[in-house]
């Protein structure tokens, strides 16, 4: 289903938008004199915590093998090093750590909305973890700090769907993932997640004991096309790897 021409219009402007944005990725503390608002949309920018890090992956590993039995094919396909934008189907709240299970001991940045910054501990572990902070106001600063950690050979995990979806069905990807390679010129690596819907839906708190299945694809290049093009092309491979 298409979305609407005013729909498409309002996203290519928001993607103009970022193009346009230049300096550099904000690395350090904000000066006082930044809103503290505007502060905290920069503040991903700390280098990652490497005891929380492996802290964290510990206590996933352990969790997700005893809870979901989590399975994890195509392991091979995870670059050592070097700019990959891994892009991955987005059903639950859970797809962030399961994927970042799956690419470990490769550490992933990752986008999160600016309210899970805003809530207490879970905010704190996601920035000190890497997150990339996003909202529809700072969308532009978001594709450029995105932009400046593919710049310096880092991972980045993005959801080309935007949000989560209802029923744990394919989304119709947003074009930013096509303007993120398109910009960035690193390969794409598509990752399907399997039973994170059903271990824990949107809307629902509490999590249940099924087994969840992370499947890492190839890389792909694709910088030619147009973003939204792009974007379907991604989220074709989506679809084949979560019938496989």
């Given at each position: 289903?298409r979305?609407?021409?005013?729909?498409v219009?309002?996203?290519?402007?928001?993607?103009?938008?970022?193009?346009?944005?230049?300096g550099?990725?904000?690395?350090?503390?904000?000066p006082?004199?930044?809103?503290?608002?505007?502060?905290?949309?920069?503040?991903?920018?700390?280098?990652?915590?490497?005891?929380?890090?492996?802290?964290?992956?510990?206590?996933c590993?352990?969790?997700?093998?005893?809870?979901?039995?989590?399975?994890?094919?195509?392991?091979?396909?995870?670059?050592?090093?070097?700019?990959?934008?891994v892009?991955?189907?987005h059903s639950s709240?859970?797809d962030?750590?399961?994927v970042?299970?799956?690419?470990?001991?490769r550490?992933?940045?990752?986008?999160?909305?600016?309210?899970?910054?805003?809530?207490?501990?879970?905010?704190?572990?996601?920035?000190h973890?890497g997150a990339?902070?996003?909202?529809?106001?700072?969308f532009?600063?978001?594709?450029r700090?995105?932009?400046?950690?593919?710049?310096?050979?880092?991972?980045?995990?993005?959801?080309p769907?935007?949000?989560?979806?209802?029923?744990g069905?394919?989304?119709?990807a947003?074009?930013?993932?096509?303007?993120?390679?398109?910009?960035?010129g690193?390969?794409?690596?598509?990752?399907?997640?399997?039973?994170?819907?059903?271990?824990?839906?949107r809307?629902?708190g509490?999590i249940?004991?099924?087994r969840?299945?992370?499947?890492?694809?190839e890389?792909?290049?694709?910088?030619?096309?147009?973003?939204?093009?792009?974007?379907?092309?991604v989220?074709?491979?989506?679809?084949?790897l979560l019938?496989?």
């Amino acid at each position: 289903m298409r979305r609407g021409a005013g729909s498409v219009r309002h996203h290519r402007h928001r993607l103009r938008e970022a193009a346009g944005k230049s300096g550099q990725v904000c690395c350090h503390r904000c000066p006082r004199r930044v809103p503290r608002r505007d502060c905290r949309l920069r503040a991903f920018c700390p280098q990652m915590n490497r005891f929380l890090f492996l802290l964290g992956q510990t206590v996933c590993g352990i969790l997700f093998a005893l809870l979901f039995r989590l399975e994890v094919r195509g392991k091979e396909h995870i670059p050592r090093r070097g700019a990959v934008l891994v892009a991955a189907n987005h059903s639950s709240f859970l797809d962030p750590p399961l994927v970042g299970r799956a690419f470990f001991p490769r550490p992933l940045r990752y986008v999160a909305r600016v309210s899970v910054f805003e809530t207490p501990v879970i905010g704190w572990l996601v920035r000190h973890l890497g997150a990339v902070p996003l909202e529809h106001e700072g969308f532009a600063i978001a594709m450029r700090d995105i932009l400046g950690l593919l710049g310096k050979g880092e991972a980045v995990l993005v959801f080309p769907e935007g949000t989560r979806s209802p029923d744990g069905r394919l989304q119709e990807a947003k074009a930013g993932i096509g303007f993120l390679a398109k910009k960035a010129g690193c390969p794409v690596i598509p990752v399907g997640i399997r039973g994170a819907s059903r271990a824990l839906p949107r809307g629902r708190g509490m999590i249940r004991p099924v087994r969840v299945t992370v499947t890492i694809g190839e890389p792909m290049r694709v910088s030619d096309g147009s973003y939204e093009e792009i974007a379907e092309t991604v989220m074709e491979r989506l679809r084949e790897l979560l019938e496989e």
